[in-house]
């Protein structure tokens, strides 16, 4: 019943930006989180968010380029990105769980997906 769905995806050059949003169905989620996998590679994370305090946390290829932040009333998370190179090249996912030890470990292992939105930089 609970349910993600990434938009915003696209076609950027590098050095460019571009945003994502995901809209969500209520649920007691502790974190929720931007994933991503490119071509012929593991899903990674790249930013959580975790609703009870605010608190963020991004992966070193993102930190400082991208942006996570989240808007309760509309049920939307965000994922700014600026900055962007061809390694960032992926298809971008956002994903949530009430668990805190899935979101602690910085995994993909989360338990709500969205379908996910392309994003493509080209050189």
């Known amino acids: 019943q609970e349910e993600l769905m990434e938009s915003g995806g696209g076609s950027v050059q590098a050095g460019g930006s571009m945003s994502l949003s995901c809209s969500y169905t209520?649920?007691?989620?502790?974190?929720m989180a931007w994933l991503r996998q490119g071509p012929g590679k593991e899903r990674e994370r790249l930013a959580t968010?975790?609703?009870?305090?605010?608190?963020?946390f991004y992966a070193d290829s993102v930190k400082g380029r991208f942006t996570i932040s989240r808007d309760s009333a509309k049920k939307t998370l965000y994922l700014q990105m600026n900055d962007m190179n061809p390694e960032d090249t992926a298809m971008y996912f956002c994903?949530?769980?009430?668990?805190?030890?899935?979101?602690?470990?910085?995994?993909?292992?989360?338990?709500?997906w969205g379908q996910g939105t392309q994003v493509s930089v080209s050189p």
């Open positions: 209520p649920g007691n989620y502790y974190c």
């Open positions: 994903a949530a769980d009430s668990r805190w030890a899935a979101c602690a470990t910085g995994g993909s292992g989360l338990a709500v």
């Open positions: 968010i975790y609703p009870v305090d605010g608190k963020t």
